[in-house]
């Protein structure tokens, strides 16, 4: 089973897709973002505490951006938090933010392409996060809209290898 489980900012999106695992036997909880060592936001740290101390003990932690292998390589279930955070630290390490989208976009759609094909050769369960933007106003920010159009396109290829997409508001998902 494949599911891709999106929400807005504190939406209880990790929650819900933490709760679709309680019962499988072995999972390896994937954060492919900034490491907690990389970043010095102490919110952000923070953040990367709760979550640990509200998952079970038995599950592994894996620190990796390498999507397509973390997918491919691994056994039992795996949770992805989050899509959002990945495309981020790709951002970063392309040096996205700073130069012309063109220089590096096609680095990251052939990474994209990597993970979702990955995705759908597997026969892993796979619990996918990720934020969903664009449902308000336009950034003002290039490095705004950059994300929210990318993330968007990111999103709606995992979701086409998904079983199931679940939208949470509030605390509640809603099966799209």
């Known amino acids: 089973m494949k599911v891709l489980v999106t929400g807005g900012v504190r939406s209880g999106k990790s929650f819900h897709a933490e709760s679709l695992l309680l019962a499988a036997p072995g999972v390896t909880y994937l954060a492919p973002g900034p490491t907690a060592d990389e970043d010095s936001d102490p919110e952000w740290a923070a953040r990367i505490a709760t979550h640990r101390a509200r998952r079970p003990g038995h599950w592994e932690t894996l620190e990796s951006r390498d999507l397509a292998t973390a997918i491919s390589e691994g056994d039992g279930a795996l949770l992805i938090d989050c899509l959002g955070t990945w495309l981020t630290s790709q951002i970063d390490e392309l040096d996205g933010w700073d130069t012309i989208r063109e220089e590096w976009e096609q680095v990251l759609f052939a990474r994209l392409d990597d993970a979702v094909d990955a995705l759908a050769r597997t026969e892993r369960t796979v ?44 605390g509640r998902a809603l099966s799209l």
């Open 127 to 170: 619990v996918l996060v990720t934020n969903e933007v664009g449902m308000g106003i336009v950034p003002e920010r290039r490095s705004g809209r950059i994300f929210s159009d990318l993330l968007g396109i990111v999103n709606q290829r995992f979701a086409s290898e998904c079983d199931e997409v679940l939208l949470i508001v509030a």
